[in-house]
């Protein structure tokens, strides 16, 4: 007996599209390649080290000798760019390693960049790596001759940390990097180091700005790994407060303004709205970076049995893409290229 009110029949069905693997391969609008990948390694000084990161699975400090295999492996299996995290020797309140030309860094662009020509050498341009306080420039203390006595003690000083990231640029571009990145969101960063760039016989070479980097607790697994937490306060005062948007496309503005070539958002998938916006706003290349903390959640949760680490993975780089990022730099690069080549 027909009933009164038959149910009715869907005329539209998308299911159509999704009846097998092949068909579903078919109409798969974001597909990973290795080449969207940047992979971080950490540098550190010595021979032979490769020293478990421990809240980083499969994420080891190396020496520079093993910095180069790793590199080596990285760019065979299709990888592009590494980008390059340096552990100095020793640390002082203006960061000196990362300008000196015999630094941790210099020393292993020249390394990768003999042994890999090929292989694009980024350099995360900052001194929290390198500072005995631990923020990414030169702060506020009295006595110092920077001292400005109008701004509290342990204040980051913009203007002198610029001229120090400009000489670092410029040595880490004389040994041989393909691309500097500035990761400090201090004002004028992207303008010092263009010019100095330029000035010093570098203006081939290319900066990917940092450009909307939040102050975001994801980064915990990364200050263990890179010795970068900040001995007194936070990074408030220059990285961007996780509630502005606005802000966001101000900064990138300023970037794109000054000669920025390729834009980054960090972090990565908690951010996806911004990712969105700047790639509308843009066309500028955009970079996307999966944090630390990102990369620790989903192998402690893999880890006790409750997701799936290489599913889970893939699917967060795939939404990091499918948001509008051109590249995505992670912890994941190396996993997720064998994954995918299955
Ligand atoms: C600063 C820098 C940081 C990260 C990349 N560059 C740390 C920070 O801002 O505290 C974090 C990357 C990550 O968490 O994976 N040199």
Request: proline share 7%; net charge negative; charged share 20%.
């Amino acid at each position: 007996m027909q009933s009164e009110n038959p149910m009715p029949i869907p005329m539209l069905r998308p299911r159509r599209l999704r009846t097998s693997v092949t068909m579903r391969s078919l109409v798969r609008e974001t597909i990973l390649r290795p080449a969207d990948f940047i992979a971080p390694l950490f540098v550190r000084h010595g021979n032979g080290i490769r020293q478990p990161i421990k809240s980083m699975p499969g994420q080891f400090q190396l020496s520079i000798d093993q910095a180069v295999i790793e590199a080596r492996d990285l760019a065979a299996r299709g990888i592009p760019a590494v980008i390059l995290f340096g552990i100095p020797e020793h640390k002082d309140a203006c960061g000196s390693e990362n300008y000196s030309p015999d630094g941790i860094i210099p020393s292993a662009i020249r390394a990768i960049k003999a042994a890999c020509p090929d292989l694009l050498v980024i350099t995360d341009m900052c001194f929290c790596e390198y500072t005995d306080h631990g923020h990414c420039g030169i702060i506020n203390v009295p006595g110092d001759k920077h001292h400005i006595p109008a701004l509290p003690h342990g204040y980051l000083l913009n203007d002198p940390t610029l001229e120090l990231l400009a000489k670092a640029s410029v040595v880490h571009a004389d040994a041989g990097a393909d691309i500097i990145a500035p990761s400090g969101m201090i004002d004028g960063m992207i303008a010092a180091i263009r010019t100095a760039l330029d000035a010093g016989g570098h203006s081939h070479i290319s900066v990917m700005s940092y450009a909307a980097k939040y102050a975001s607790g994801f980064y915990g697994p990364f200050r263990d790994a890179a010795e970068s937490t900040p001995t007194f306060g936070d990074r408030h005062q220059y990285q961007m407060d996780p509630g502005n948007k606005r802000e966001a496309m101000k900064e990138v503005a300023i970037d794109v303004a000054e000669g920025a070539d390729i834009l980054m958002v960090k972090p990565a998938m908690p951010y996806l709205d911004i990712i969105h916006q700047i790639r509308a706003a843009y066309d500028h290349p955009v970079a996307a970076y999966q944090v630390s903390g990102e990369f620790a959640m989903i192998h402690a949760a893999a880890a006790n049995g409750w997701v799936d680490l290489e599913r889970c993975a893939l699917e967060s780089l795939t939404c990091i893409k499918r948001a509008g990022a051109d590249m995505i730099l992670t912890y994941f690069a190396k996993d997720a290229t064998d994954w995918i080549s299955k």
